[in-house]
């Protein structure tokens, strides 16, 4: 959020925006820029290009992502997300060797997606700026389009394939699933990061679910025989879609044959669903979403902490994508910086710490507040970098209003 996923270490900046570790090596480069969208180039939803591809078999449009991405086959096993039919297959970060097959469309109109509508922003960019005036973004990319899944998108069925033999299962469907009896749920996360005890606060924050069977993956493959019925589909969980699918392909080895995987984790969950329908999932800290801060904002009823270093504060900082503003009235307290009556002082209203994209810092923070025994304090899911996300992604154009111009 992802997410928004997305460079190669484990932290909460790679799972936030789904662990695409193609996206973020981008990010870090330059922040996302959606100034472009609608003016260099155009952006429609996936139910725009569906439409145009029913009508047009001869519609000229690229999968942009890596060779590995495309073939399902990436090591990072939470891009693997199936592809569209008929795309010209191309690799942003191998720009050069396939400028030729773009050229070759320059005067026609060419769609660009990719896992999260990233790189297809800064590629359509790319494009616009070489005189190509006809190219159009397709929102959201792979991840919108398995998130939603036909009931927004009715299409896709026609035009998706995959080579995975495990099924996806959108965070949107799992309250429902948890119902469901014909399905057993299995978290294979280890014992610490399950029990909160792990050296990484980020993973101990992920929660629980009461009634889930908790089996390590190294148990559960070693005595699947035994906790598993084959009569049942099977769905897998862990925090960020990084082990499940391994352990799923295991398990479809040794005769299961319908097994899923919770599409990027339960750390996308808690991206995606409001903490007032989601409270099947135990977080060790409240976390809400931008749209839940917004209703507390305009009400007057919350105090919001940010907590990144003084350059991102200021916008002044050297990575050019970090300087992405700040949330409106926000008290700016860099964990360097707490002390515990520092914020005794604030406890007149709950307390709503942020950073720039819920870094691991974040969850450190939350620990030193706990510490300090307060209990009123909430964190926001995805940092500032995730309210901008919303607003061009979600069209939550409403957000704006917690943005400090």
Known sequence: MGIFNIILT???????????????????????????????YKTIDWNAFLEKLEKNADLIFFDIRTPGERSDTSKYSANNQGRIKGAIQTDYFDFNKYYPEYLKHKD???????????????????????????VVN?????????????????????????????????????????????????????????NGTSKSEADNSVGTIEGVVH???????????????????????DNWCDESPDVAKKLIALGYGHVSVLLFGLSDLIDRIPSSKRSFLKTRY????????????????????????????????????????????AIH?????????????????????????AHDELYEAALKLKAYGLKNFSLMAGGIYFVHWKIANEHMENLRWLVDK
């Open 10 to 40: 484990m932290n909460k900046v790679t799972k936030l925006f789904i662990a695409t570790s193609c996206c973020l090596i981008i990010l870090h480069a330059t922040a996302q820029d959606y100034t472009a969208d609608n003016r260099l």
């Open 333 to 357: 307290i860099p964990p360097g910086a707490f002390t515990k009556a520092k914020f005794d002082s604030l406890k007149e209203k709950p307390i709503v710490i942020y950073d720039i994209m």
């Open 286 to 329: 409240p976390i809400i979403l931008p749209e839940e801060l917004l209703s507390l904002r305009k009400k007057n009823e919350v105090t919001l902490v940010d907590i990144r270093t003084i350059t991102e504060y200021t916008n002044t900082d050297t990575l050019a994508w970090k300087n992405v503003g700040r949330l409106k009235d």
């Open 215 to 237: 089996l390590p993956k190294a148990q559960l493959l070693k005595d699947a025989s035994i906790v598993l019925d084959a009569q049942k589909k099977i769905l897998l969980v």
């Open 108 to 134: 026609d109109t060419i769609y660009l997606y990719c896992s999260h509508s990233m790189r297809s922003r800064r590629l359509a960019k790319r494009l616009a700026d070489s005189s190509f005036s006809k």
């Open 138 to 194: 397709v929102n959201g990319g792979m991840s919108y389009l398995n998130l939603y899944g036909e009931k927004r998108y009715p299409l896709r069925k026609k035009y998706y394939e995959t080579s995975n033999r495990y099924g996806l299962v959108s965070p949107l469907d799992l309250k429902r699933i948890l119902k469901d009896k014909s399905v057993q749920i299995i978290d294979i996360r280890s014992d610490s990061v399950y």
